[in-house]
């Protein structure tokens, strides 16, 4: 049973399913949140992620989050957690553009 009382948000993320076209992957509401988004782009769970939304169901606000979300992803690889996911790379890429890539980049060699 659902907490009316919560204020928490739900996250969806688009991916690019190539010739199927692109759609927003299936979420777990219980285990929905900002950290297992992340988890699951830096794994590889999400394949080719395009975007991010947050919903704020009690508030009926809806954002978009995908530049967010990178620049915590770039904070984790930053301090040495390891990205497997070659789509990640590309969702950093896009929503974060070159300069902050090749910033990260040379953070990563000097550690």
């Not at 991010?52 to 508030?59: G, I, P």
């Not at 969702?91 to 910033?103: D, I």
Request: proline share 2%.
């Amino acid at each position: 049973m659902l907490d009316k009382t919560s204020t928490a948000q739900l996250y969806f993320v688009e991916c690019d399913f190539g010739k199927l076209g692109t759609a927003f992957v299936e979420t777990d509401r219980l285990s929905n949140s900002r950290a297992n988004v992340i988890s699951n782009i830096v794994s590889g769970e999400y394949d080719r992620p395009l975007r991010v939304l947050e919903v704020t169901e009690d508030e009926g606000r809806c954002r978009d989050v995908s530049e967010d979300i990178a620049r915590e992803i770039c904070a984790r690889l930053v301090d040495g957690d390891p990205m497997t996911a070659g789509g990640a790379w590309d969702f950093l890429e896009e929503h974060l553009g070159c300069l902050h890539m090749a910033e990260l980049t040379r953070k990563m060699q000097a550690a």
